[in-house]
């Protein structure tokens, strides 16, 4: 379960306390300028195929390898080696790494931005690409995701749609948009409950595919097929293996027979401002959608980019202070805490993170920005598989090394 601080546990839990948001939903739409392989330039609103829509949307793709792994002692560079994971599969629940007995060199990890994070995205090949944050802070990212040689749409400020092959982008620059600009289709926010792990509020995508309004729930209703566009949803209820529907006009009907609407159902995500969760079908209970588009993170909600700075301290009291790299892994306030809890997956970005301490081996408590506290486990970041935190302490000619199994707290500045 999400465990909160009392003190602000009645706030927290229906997550009221949020960043900005956009006053026009439509500010929280991404835009910006197509630049092609022939030079042409094109302004509007953009869509990464028929996916990511919101500068709060993600953009995915493998690291091209461990950067900062060259700057720790050899004895450290091997004891991060040696934790190379192996095959991991869910079992019952539980998931079951098996040891890597292939390789001990580390394989490159998914690394995961916010769209409103992000200044710039050239496209170097097809499965190459650099990314150049708000800030100026770069890094080059090398597929592993269907992110990549895709068509990009645009959306002109008269309603006309462009779809841009991958192979014909030079690259494309994001900036906020005018108040012109014509979005793909309606934000679709709400309240999701759950079983375990209490209410979330914010933008909600459903079945990791559908988040715009002419976007359709498919299913069927008595044995005919029924497809209602999420604009025209009230809300849905999970009814065992089936979900019962409320339109805005007040229809209830029980639909059946398609991975939306049943156990197929790929998860539920849930984008509240501060975090993303995704929750698999047996945690969600139910969705209200709200009237109008609300909890939209605009462009201006997003801050300059930087690198991870502050105070790392050991179980035995040691504490060192510095740029700081997260699993040898993350490095940027655009980078991402990933954990678990109650069956549900949180995708905390480190801009909103105050403090990090670890609560047993396996679990960590986090602290964010606006007070509320999670307690994260059973994922790599958080875990005992974390490879160990790098700290970059001035007059040091190498980062200071701490394994997980030694660490006690981080406090960000």
């Known amino acids: 379960m999400v465990k909160i601080n009392s003190s602000v546990a009645a706030l927290t839990l229906l997550a009221v306390m949020q960043p900005a948001v956009a006053q026009n939903s439509r500010d929280g739409f991404i835009y910006g300028t197509i630049t092609t392989d022939k030079g042409e330039e094109v302004s509007g609103v953009l ?8 500068w709060h949307d993600q953009f995915n793709g493998l690291r091209d390898g461990m950067p900062h792994l060259k700057n720790l002692a050899e004895a450290d560079q091997e004891t991060v080696k040696g934790m190379t994971p192996g095959p991991e599969i869910e079992l019952f629940g539980m998931q079951i790494e098996f040891i890597n007995f292939f390789s ?3 394989d490159p990890k998914m690394a995961d931005y916010r769209f409103g994070d992000i200044a710039e995205i050239k496209v170097l090949r097809e499965e190459r690409v650099e990314v150049t944050f708000n800030g100026g802070e770069k890094v080059t990212l090398i597929g592993g995701s269907n992110d990549f040689d895709v068509d990009v749409q645009l959306r002109r ?3 006309g749609t462009t779809e841009y092959d991958w192979d014909d982008i030079e690259k494309v620059t994001l900036s906020a948009g005018p108040e012109s600009m014509q979005p793909f289709g309606q934000a679709l926010t709400g309240t999701v409950r759950t079983e375990n792990a209490g209410t979330f509020v914010g933008t909600i995508q459903w079945d990791h595919d559908e988040r715009l309004g002419f976007e359709e729930l498919d299913g069927e209703v008595d044995g005919v097929e029924r497809a209602v566009p999420f604009s025209n949803l009230r809300s849905i209820e999970r009814d065992y293996n089936r979900s019962k529907v409320t339109t805005k006009d007040g229809e ?3 639909m059946t027979g398609t991975n939306d609407v049943d156990d197929g159902n790929r998860g539920i995500i849930v984008d509240t401002g501060m975090y993303r969760v995704d929750m698999p079908w047996t945690e969600f209970v ?13 462009r201006s909600a997003f801050s300059p980019v930087r690198a991870l700075r502050g105070t790392v301290r050991t179980q035995g009291g040691e504490s060192y202070r510095g740029s700081i790299v997260w699993d040898i892994d993350e490095f940027l306030t655009a980078d991402h805490l990933d954990g678990r809890s109650n069956g549900i997956e949180y995708f905390v970005p480190f801009a909103n993170i105050t403090r990090i301490e670890a609560v047993e081996d396996n679990e960590v408590r986090v602290t964010l920005t606006d007070g509320q506290v999670l307690t994260l486990g059973r994922d790599r970041d958080v875990d005992g598989g974390n490879q160990g935190i790098a700290i970059y302490v001035e007059g040091q000619e190498k980062a200071q090394y701490i394994t997980r199994s030694v660490f006690a707290s981080v406090d960000f500045e």
């Open 47 to 54: 869509r990464w195929d028929d996916e990511e829509s919101y």
């Open 104 to 106: 001990d060199e580390p």
């Open 286 to 298: 139910r969705a209200d959608w709200d009237a109008e588009p609300t909890v939209v993170l605009p």
């Open 252 to 254: 209830t009907v029980v």
């Open 157 to 159: 400020a008269d309603g």
